[in-house]
């Protein structure tokens, strides 16, 4: 009986976390629920095992504790409790380990293409679940999610970290305080580097059929901030994208790189064997699933795009041009909004502005780490009124952990789930849904040469206002 009480002021709070909502008493808040919080995480990869593992064992203990382990790889599995220094049970069927351990959270970590296997079942056998981005890597399954969240009373949050950095949160406080007035069009531009866009061709994220293409594992985060930001929905994209770079772009290939014959003419030669944690999780393991974390990025099989390109329209009339590159000399971003009474711009690491003195390697290695130092200055972006001088806005910045964004999703959800947010950022289903479906339908509208509407794709009907 008191387990069935705590789990369901357990479920209350999450359902609200996950509708943005306040929470009067905080189910999340651990004496009130009178034990830790249970806890199954399945994909014991490198974000499952550091940032939702060793971190929240870390940061959360007291008010939380793992139950179960769950990977397909038993060699990853058995690291990932060793690195993660939990006592916790281990095991690769996901059912068992719900059933024995009755969790009121699953985390999912898994590859893109199979988290709505753990979603779907992890809402069925009556536990909230949490998932990593992308929620999922089609429609169909979108659907799928979509339905079993209305089935079921349970809910689901997207880990929407981008959200949470500070420089992201100012720019939608000044858009939703309407400072340049309505928000008519905005030009997007990512551009990942040669470390990190060619990460993406070494492993199963260069094949579409687990990753989505980039247009959903990594522009999910992009679409999902312009959807946030723009506070309405996507109703129409139309896109254009090719592979020229990586993959069967280049005229030389290998197997991986640690027996490449090209090691001294490729300029992407990376050394694997150089970083432990890389040897102890995947090579180590390779024996059992065949996974290879430094696969030749020019592999032939490699199906998804290198350059994207698209143009959406909101709900509200916004439009929106964005664009992302895999192979620039830098790592950052671009955007701009125009309004009705102003321009804002904004920008993360474009090297020309000199903002910060280090190298792209350097950039990449800080980006994919936590808990670094708290605040390494400001950031500029620029506030432009018609008919007036421009004026800078100055933003404390981090760099670690996604910006600062990572430690801040966290504590939202494991600290402080009872504050009101009055940036609206914990994500739901819905949210998860908008932001897969633009790059859905990006896809389908390289492959058709049409124009793609977002309420095609699921029984989702886009609002010009999301909430
Ligand atoms: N929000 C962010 O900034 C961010 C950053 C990195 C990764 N991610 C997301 O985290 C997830 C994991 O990424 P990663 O880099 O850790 O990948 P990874 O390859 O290191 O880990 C994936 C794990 O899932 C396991 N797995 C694969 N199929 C499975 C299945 N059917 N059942 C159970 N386990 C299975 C693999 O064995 C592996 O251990 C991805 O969805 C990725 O998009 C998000």
């Not at 659907?143 to 981008?162: C, L, T």
């Not at 290198?306 to 790592?331: C, H, R, W």
Request: glycine content about 8%; some cysteine.
């Amino acid at each position: 009986m008191e387990n069935k009480q705590t789990r369901r002021k357990f479920l209350t709070a999450v359902s609200m976390l996950a509708a943005g909502t306040m929470v009067e008493a905080s189910p999340l808040n651990f004496a009130f629920m009178g034990r830790k919080l249970k806890v199954v995480l399945v994909g014991t990869g490198i974000r499952g095992i550091t940032f939702w593992g060793k971190r929240l064992v870390d940061t959360y203990s007291d008010t939380l504790e793992f139950v179960g382990l769950c990977d397909v790889n038993p060699g990853r599995l058995a690291f990932a409790k060793d690195y993660m220094g939990v006592k916790c049970s281990t095991c690769s069927n996901f059912d068992q380990m719900v059933q024995q351990n009755q969790p009121d959270l699953v985390i999912v970590t898994t590859t893109d293409s199979t988290h709505h296997e753990y979603i779907i079942r992890g809402l069925e056998l009556g536990c909230d679940v949490l998932t990593e981005k992308p929620m999922t890597t089609d429609e169909d399954k979108c659907q799928q999610i979509i339905d079993a969240e209305r089935k079921y009373n349970n809910k689901v949050i997207v880990g929407f970290n981008y959200r949470w950095i500070p420089y992201n949160t100012k720019i939608k406080e000044l858009l939703r305080e309407e400072t340049i007035g309505k928000i008519t069009s905005v030009d997007f531009n990512w551009y990942l580097n040669t470390y990190h866009g060619a990460s993406y061709f070494r492993r199963w994220h260069g094949l579409r059929q687990t990753g989505g293409t980039l247009w959903v594992h990594k522009a999910t985060h992009h679409f999902d901030l312009l959807n946030w930001w723009l506070d309405s929905d996507p109703m129409e994209v139309f896109a254009y994208g090719d592979l020229e770079h990586y993959g069967s772009a280049n005229t030389f290939r290998g197997n991986n790189c640690r027996d490449c014959k090209h090691v001294d003419n490729c300029d992407f030669h990376w050394d694997i064997t150089q970083s432990k944690m890389d040897m102890n999780l995947y090579v180590k393991n390779e024996k059992h699933d065949g996974y290879v974390r430094d696969n030749c990025l020019y592999r032939e099989e490699i199906n998804i795009y290198d350059k994207m390109s698209s143009q959406i329209k909101y709900a509200n009339g916004t439009v929106v041009n964005y664009s992302l590159t895999t192979y620039s000399p830098f790592e950052g971003w671009r955007i701009a909004f125009n309004g009705t009474k102003g321009r804002i711009e904004a920008w993360h690491d474009i090297p020309y502005r000199k903002e910060n003195p280090l190298s792209q390697e350097e950039l990449h290695a800080l980006e994919m780490t936590q808990n670094l130092k708290e605040v390494e200055g400001y950031k500029p972006m620029i506030l432009h009124h018609l008919w007036k001088d421009h004026e800078t806005v100055q933003v404390p910045m981090e760099r670690g952990g996604h910006g600062g964004g990572d430690k801040r999703l966290h504590e939202k959800i494991f600290k402080l789930p009872n504050t009101q947010d009055p940036f609206d950022r914990a994500a739901g289903v819905r949210d998860g849904a908008m932001s897969i479906l633009i790059g859905i339908g990006a896809r389908k509208s390289i492959e058709s040469g049409r124009p793609i509407k977002i309420a095609e794709l699921t029984d989702l009907e886009p609002r010009e206002k999301r909430l």
